[in-house]
């Protein structure tokens, strides 16, 4: 069984910033991709940031330059750090993942539990 486990969340003033983080564990061959996503209350769940095994990366315009995406494969770790944070950023952000499981070989798709970020102006 695969978990994904979020961690980083809370509360910060606008400006501040906050690192969240994403281990994959289980059956685990190997991460294709892994990212963030984020809804906000009323709104559907939205991109916010994603990383493939190779490193590339890939963010939503509204947190380009502000947020970074990285990982650490020996972990099975992805982080977002998240700086110069907006009110309109608050949301519930949610780790993704994409991969190679063993025994039996198979790809997944999942899902984290989510962990709230709450920006004051």
């Known amino acids: 069984q695969v978990q994904l486990v979020e961690s980083g969340g809370g509360w910060v003033q606008a400006g501040g910033s906050l690192r969240l983080s994403c281990t994959a564990s289980?059956?685990?061959?190997?991460?294709?991709?892994m990212g963030w996503y984020r809804q906000a209350p009323g709104k559907q769940r939205e991109l916010v940031a994603t990383?493939?095994?190779?490193?590339?990366?890939n963010y939503a315009d509204s947190v380009k330059g502000r947020f970074t995406i990285s990982r650490d494969n020996a972990k099975n770790t992805v982080y977002l750090q998240m700086n110069s944070l907006k009110p309109e950023d608050t949301a519930v952000y949610y780790c993704?993942?994409?991969?190679?499981?063993?025994?039996?070989?198979?790809?997944?798709?999942?899902w984290g539990q989510g962990t709230q970020v709450a920006v004051s102006s």
């Open positions: 993704n993942a994409d991969l190679t499981l063993v025994k039996p070989t198979r790809r997944y798709a999942g």
């Open positions: 289980g059956s685990i061959f190997s991460i294709n991709a």
């Open positions: 990383i493939t095994n190779g490193g590339s990366t």
